[in-house]
């Protein structure tokens, strides 16, 4: 999540925010229209992003524990 002055800076239609244990378990979802109200399309698109972030975000920590890759 980013601060405050970062967010409000943001050139962004809507904000989600995820906690996830993986790409595939939710424990949060929290988001907003930030500038206007937001369809199932682009809440669906921001859950791909995230959902992708973590999976980049897992894979780093994997490497850098020196555990190999999920597959």
């Known amino acids: 999540d980013l601060c405050y002055a ?7 239609d809507a904000d989600l925010n995820l906690v996830m244990t ?4 939710f424990l949060e979802l929290q988001g ?3 500038k206007a109200s937001f369809g199932p399309s682009a809440l669906a ?7 992708s972030g973590v999976r980049t975000i897992l894979a780093a920590q994997r490497e850098a524990l020196g555990l190999p890759p999920r597959s």
């Open 6 to 12: 970062e967010d409000a800076d943001a050139d962004a």
């Open 22 to 25: 993986s790409p595939e378990e």
């Open 32 to 34: 907003g229209g930030e």
């Open 45 to 51: 698109r921001l859950v791909e992003l995230g959902q």
